[in-house]
T-cell receptor, first 112, second 113 residues
Framework: GENVEQHPSTLSVQEGDSAVIKCTYS??????FPWYKQELGKRPQLIID???NVGEKKDQRIAVTLNKTAKHFSLHITETQPEDSAVYFC???????????WGAGTKLIIKP | DTAVSQTPKYLVTQMGNDKSIKCEQN?????MYWYKQDSKKFLKIMFS???????INETVPNRFSPKSPDKAHLNLHINSLELGDSAVYFC????????????FGPGTRLTVT
């Protein structure tokens, strides 16, 4: 089955700097990779996703890159702001069990 | 016009009790899920329900059972509650199955004493 590993578990960056969170997956057949953001006490919400037919996708200050050969994908946040502070989760599908396998989460702290 | 709603938001109960959490989505989605998020924030899928097909995560105790009266509702019943069941439970739904956005409910914080 699919296995997803996410690093780092905690990331502290200065406001205005960039943040990068990385995930690796094990199933080469996986073709969809979402990133969710969960603010303290709130529900997870999708912020960006990428499908296996593209290598990069951008949405304003957020981007996701995918390396199918190495089986890893990364979330990039530029010009970080206080409202970016949250826990970020990556995920990959396990079709055989019809479920998303989630990374362990990264707590992003933006220092003023 | 809440997309995915859950009730109750908080649930405090004693060990051994039976409780239910309700979930409703008004998005017309075909697939619904239940997740458990523990104190370390790990998100663990418990059930997927798609077109009347239930897929159960094999690690979920059989004290947990989902019930879907119709496509818009997926309720979670828990029998004989244990201390380790304390967590936040999220319901979610999606239109495209695994390859699409999952919309989460606000969560139900369950505390077993």
């Amino acid at each position: 089955g699919e296995n997803v590993e996410q690093h780092p578990s905690t990331l502290s960056v200065q406001e205005g700097d960039s943040a990068v969170i990385k995930c690796t997956y094990s199933d080469s057949a996986s073709n969809y990779f979402p990133w969710y953001k969960q603010e303290l006490g709130k529900r997870p919400q999708l912020i960006i996703d990428i499908r296996s037919n593209v290598g990069e996708k951008k949405d304003q200050r957020i981007a996701v890159t995918l390396n199918k050969t190495a089986k890893h994908f990364s979330l990039h946040i530029t010009e970080t702001q206080p409202e970016d502070s949250a826990v970020y989760f990556c995920a990959a599908p396990e079709d055989s069990n019809y479920q998303l396998i989630w990374g362990a989460g990264t707590k992003l702290i933006i220092k003023p | 016009d809440t997309a995915v709603s859950q009730t109750p938001k908080y649930l405090v109960t004693q060990m051994g009790n039976d409780k239910s959490i309700k979930c409703e989505q008004n998005l017309g989605h075909d697939t619904m899920y239940w997740y458990k998020q523990d104190s370390k924030k790990f998100l663990k899928i418990m059930f997927s329900y798609n077109n009347k097909e239930l897929i159960i995560n094999e690690t979920v105790p059989n004290r947990f059972s989902p019930k879907s009266p119709d496509k818009a509702h997926l309720n979670l019943h828990i029998n004989s509650l244990e201390l380790g069941d304390s967590a936040v439970y999220f319901c979610a739904s999606s239109q495209q199955g695994l390859a699409g956005e999952q919309y989460f409910g606000p969560g139900t914080r369950l505390t077993v004493t």
